[in-house]
């Protein structure tokens, strides 16, 4: 079965801290991987995404995330949070022209002064 | 323009009522989506535009009918709504056959749908 795993429902963390998202998947073919991110009341966003390659990608606002075939993971990580890195963070999967995205249920981080 | 627009931004109506959802993108991708959001929820998939034509429907109810006028534009037609079709509603599109992209989904904004 196609699913996306994401561990911790709510994360909260102070402002300059590092930070780290978990998402396992189970997928049967090759997957593309996608991590998103929406403000209240938003779309989502594409922050990273990865398809072949370096296993290490880079995305927009300093985030980047590692692919771990062996462990079915692409953690999404940043050094350095800012307050307005809060908000709601999916990890997502999909084939190529399936047409479909399958989202994990969403983390939603908390960023303290 | 990476944009994906959808208009109104906020609906209400009830449960009589016809409306409808418009979405619009201007860089040429031939694969559009529907999703529905629920609060604290992930998107679940609704529709699948590909080249204009209908390819996926995710077993949604008759009363959401979606439309694809042509590649830029894609509408969602709403008839005799219960209150739980409450959600944010987001349309989304892709390039289906540019080479390694896989699905990269442009998503608008959303539509927040009430439904009295």
């Known amino acids: 079965a196609q699913s996306v795993t994401q561990p911790d429902i709510h994360i909260t963390v102070s402002e300059g801290a590092s930070l780290e998202l978990r998402c396992n998947y189970s997928?049967?073919?090759?997957?593309?991987l996608f991590w998103y991110v929406q403000s209240p009341g938003q779309g989502l966003q594409l922050l990273l995404k990865?398809?072949?390659?370096?296993?290490l990608v880079q995305g927009i606002k300093g985030f980047e995330a590692e692919f771990k075939r062996s462990q079915s993971s692409f953690n999404l990580r940043k050094p350095s949070v800012h307050w307005s890195d809060a908000a709601e963070y999916f990890c997502?999967?999909?084939?190529?022209?399936?047409?479909?995205?399958?989202f994990g249920q969403g983390t939603t981080l908390q960023v303290k002064p | 323009d990476t944009e994906v627009t959808q208009t109104p931004k906020h609906l209400v109506m009830g449960m009589t009522n016809k409306k409808s959802l418009k979405c619009e993108q201007h860089?040429?991708?031939?694969?559009m989506y529907w999703y529905k959001q629920k609060a604290k929820k992930p998107p679940e998939l609704m529709f699948v535009?590909?080249?204009?034509?209908?390819?996926i429907n995710e077993s949604v109810p008759s009363r959401f009918s979606p439309e694809c006028p042509n590649s830029s534009l894609l509408n969602l037609h709403l008839h005799a709504l219960q209150p739980e079709d409450s959600a944010l509603y987001l349309c989304?599109?892709?390039?289906?056959?540019?080479?390694?992209?896989?699905?990269?989904?442009?998503f608008g904004s959303g539509t927040q749908l009430s439904v009295l």
């Open positions: 989304a599109s892709s390039q289906p056959n540019a080479r390694g992209s896989g699905e990269k989904l442009f």
């Open positions: 997928y049967g073919a090759t997957p593309y």
């Open positions: 990865y398809f072949s390659g370096d296993t």
């Open positions: 997502a999967v999909g084939g190529v022209n399936t047409g479909k995205l399958i």
């Open positions: 860089m040429g991708h031939r694969a």
């Open positions: 535009y590909s080249y204009e034509k209908l390819s």
